[in-house]
């Protein structure tokens, strides 16, 4: 029978078999993936619930701990200033809680005679116990802020909120526990932090929360309806659950014990419902909560039957449409008009293809955006250059790759987009994922739909970083190039004349009859020294200096130099320090290394006031000697930091801007490059020798 058909029903009924067949088994792979998605689906309901409220109990313990931890610091301060004493102490805890209405209490207790020495004269007085010890417990009640002595804190379990943080010395959030204020029992957990002061243990300070709002909102929750969640201290007790009875009593699961004790994500499944125990660490304690949610298995079973039936019917119906469709569609299937289009079609995605190749494997980075600046595209040219993957910026605004300063320049560009202005090849600053500033250039064009509408913008980004380091070493190196004529030229024409006229000075001096201008002659010395000086420093810099290398060790050079430096610090009330770590042997010239350490040495000391510090540091690192020289000063004016080495650049009133060319230059004949990092604290600067 199947002979006698023509070659067109043939062709239908083959063809509709096919499909019959295909899509059959496309259903029944989609309704199991669809039920098994389902299940997941409510996994990761119950999951993300857990880390939602998980958040939001850190969040409520983070506040208390980082506030207490403020307090701990504060007291050491206090104490190791000597400008501390109890009223002072009293009042700082009553603003805390008087600025923080979700406190229960603070409160600080610290050893006997720790505080001032004056535990005898407190003795049974108001808010003290007969130790006389410093223990206020501040409390809220009724609008009034109440004072009493802390107890029971040397019993083992009441008075774990003093013994833990004692023995451990480490920030602790306490097990709940029930505590007396005002004649009422109160369930609360406490933030502890202690007060270490010169490596001992001289007190404690605490901000006690009560749980009956964590209780309340926990106790509200129902995922997927039914479920419920519960909070669990570190020792596996109920903190909040649904039911207040569970309040206080040990979760029965071992295996779920151990893991809220070792901090670790547990599920299981316990009498028909899936648990989930996801880890809350607080602040930086060693003892994590852990939040618990379950949620029926019935419930989660009857969704995913339910969408498995439904994309059962969904494949039914599409299987009717399919068939429909290859009967209209059957006759033109052989259709010249139908293949030439199947061919166009292929082509463009072989050119689409292609493009999309090519956008991926180009060294410029490629960005799509929306108008509002949202990323929506980005290759692997822009990865590498910006150090973010493509999963950590899509879906972010294109802010987070601009430096602040640069924020209303983006504005404007961004502002032309829409009315189908491009930006080309203009450069700019833009900031890594490491926060290194790099400068790049920009074309920003608008991208149309197929209606011509402006829907986003491209951005074509090309690093240009090492050729602006590059110009500018070639800038610096001109200018090296041209103080290395001036030094030969003043070394030869200008020396030898003042060396004469120093000498004259020098006898003129000696002569009886000069008395009178006594006060003249060596000022006028002087400054030829200071002249000479200076063009010692200019032949420093020439480059056609040579350079002596043998065989040492930095550290016997620094060793060697230290006495000259640490008059010069001696005489402006000033200190050098060394801390020398073992290097193997460079090919130094001894002479020019010397220099290099005198002239960083003095501008760090005089970059000082008195009583500052300079440190003379040597290392091994990345096959790399390194020898720093840090010092206490204001540092340097971010505007001149890419120009240091340039000579003639100097902030200092006598400078003569040579001192930091000198030792670029001699970096340069040792193969070893200068790098300089400041602050408001001080400046470092960095000397690396290659091995």
Known sequence: MFRNLKLRTKFLASMGLVVLLSFSLVIFILSIKSFDLAKTSAYQIAEETANKNGNYVRAELEVSMDTVRTLSYTFQEMKLSHDINRETINKILIDVLKDNPQFVATWTLWEPNALDGKDAEFINKPGYDKTGRFIPYWSKQNGEFQLEPLVNYDTRGTGDYYLIPKESKRETIIEPYVYPIAGKDVLMASAVVPIIVDGNFVGVVGIDIALDTIQKVISEMRPLETGYVSLISNKGKYVAHKDIFQIGK?????RAKEAINSGESYTTT??????????INIGRTTTPWSMEVGVPLGIILEKADSIRDFAIIIGVIGLIIIGLT???VANTITNQHLLLEMNERRRIEEKALRLASIVETTDDGIIGMTLNGIIIDWNRGAEYIYGYSEVEVIGESIIKLIPDEKRLEHDEILSKIPQGMPMTHYETIRQRKDGQYIHVYLTVSPIKDHSGEIIGASTIVRDVTAQRKLEKEMIRMDQM??????????????RNPMTTVRGF?????????????????????????????????FLSISRTKTTELARQNLNDIIKCILPL?????????????????????????????????????????????????????TSFADNEVILAVIDEGEGINPEIMDRLGTPFLTTKEKGTG??????FGIAARHNAKVIAETSPQGSTFFMKFKL
Request: proline share 2%.
């Open 250 to 254: 040990v979760v029965e699961d071992n």
């Open 270 to 279: 316990n009498k028909g419902v899936y648990e989930i125990y996801v880890p």
């Open 326 to 328: 290859i009967y209209l």
């Open 481 to 494: 190039t041209l103080v290395a004529e001036m030094a030969a030229s003043i070394g030869h024409e200008v």
């Open 505 to 537: 000075l020098q006898l003129l001096g000696e002569r009886k009859n000069s008395a009178k201008y006594s006060d003249y002659i060596p000022l006028m010395i002087s400054e030829l020294d200071r002249a000479n000086d200076i063009i010692t420093e």
């Open 565 to 617: 430096v640490q008059v010069e610090a001696t005489n402006d009330e000033k200190s050098i320090n060394l801390e020398l770590n073992r290097i193997p042997d460079l090919l130094l010239d001894h002479k020019e290394i010397r220099q290099v350490i005198l002239n960083l040495a003095r501008n760090g000391l005089e970059s000082m006031g008195k009583g500052g510090c300079i440190v003379i540091k």
């Open 658 to 663: 040579l001192g930091l060319a000198v030792c």
